[in-house]
């Protein structure tokens, strides 16, 4: 398995959280950097968050003070907490790992926020 697994996806009211997954092959230690990227129907996959092997962590300007990613470097596994939830933030979410020259992308978790 090279491919990340996400998971934790599901159905939220507006205002609600969700917290995904994403569970990482092997070393934690040898991954540049892990991202969340989210796909719309009818719109451009886009970056959420990322969080590199130093601990740093970017987001985008939509989801920041909303979204907290993290990583638990023993469980080989990154989080992304997603709070104050928006119809908006309906996508499917997609986690990549980065090492050295290549992305693993995994298949994506369904986020739907509707009431």
């Known amino acids: 398995q090279v491919h990340p697994v996400e998971s934790g996806g599901g159905l939220v009211q507006p205002g609600g959280s969700l917290r995904l997954s994403c569970a990482a092959s092997?070393?934690?230690?040898?991954?540049?950097?892990i991202s969340w990227y989210r796909q719309a129907p009818g719109k451009e996959r886009e970056l959420v968050a990322r969080?590199?092997?130093?601990?740093?962590?970017n987001y985008a300007d939509s989801v920041k003070g909303r979204f907290t990613i993290s990583r638990d470097n023993p469980k080989n596994t990154v989080y992304l907490q997603m709070d104050s939830l928006k119809p908006e933030d309906t996508a499917t979410y997609y986690c990549?790992?980065?090492?050295?020259?290549?992305?693993?992308w995994g298949r994506g978790t369904q986020v739907t926020v509707s009431s």
């Open positions: 990549t790992t980065h090492i050295s020259t290549t992305y693993y």
């Open positions: 092997g070393s934690m230690l040898s991954i540049d950097s």
């Open positions: 969080i590199t092997s130093a601990g740093n962590a």
